[in-house]
Nanobody, 123 residues
Framework: QVQLVESGGGLVQTGGSLRLSCAAS????????MGWFRQVPGKEREFVAA????????YYADSVKGRFTISRDNAKNTVYLQMNSLKPEDTAVYYC????????????????WGQGTQVIVSS
């Protein structure tokens, strides 16, 4: 099963940008759909973005469309989340996820979760 480690979180100002990375181990990384979720205290974990194993399709939550971009580099076993025009409501712990099917991934049913990386957007 693929192992995931997120990085790139931090503190940014409103309107700023941040790029999250998720490094994966395992020979079968290219077979997995990958995605990002986020969670704040007291709230359910929220789907943010997903990308199919071939990178042929991407999916985004309405709240981030036009601002966030998910991408992957299978040669580097890495998935990215480029976050632009950040807002205070984007503040959350962001989690990387992997599954063999993008539909299951978007529903939060995943084979692997990362440990999370904190993103704070100051107002």
């Amino acid at each position: 099963q693929v192992q995931l480690v997120e990085s790139g979180g931090g503190l940014v100002q409103t309107g700023g940008s941040l790029r999250l990375s998720c490094a994966a181990s395992g020979r079968t990384f290219s077979r997995y759909a990958m995605g990002w979720f986020r969670q704040v205290p007291g709230k359910e974990r929220e789907f943010v973005a997903a990308i199919t194993s071939s990178a042929g399709s991407t999916y985004y939550a309405d709240s981030v469309k036009g601002r966030f971009t998910i991408s992957r580099d299978n040669a580097k076993n890495t998935v990215y989340l480029q976050m632009n025009s950040l807002k205070p409501e984007d503040t959350a712990v962001y989690y990387c996820a992997a599954d063999t099917a993008s539909l299951s991934l978007r529903r939060g049913v995943v084979a692997s979760w990362g440990q999370g990386t904190q993103v704070i957007v100051s107002s």
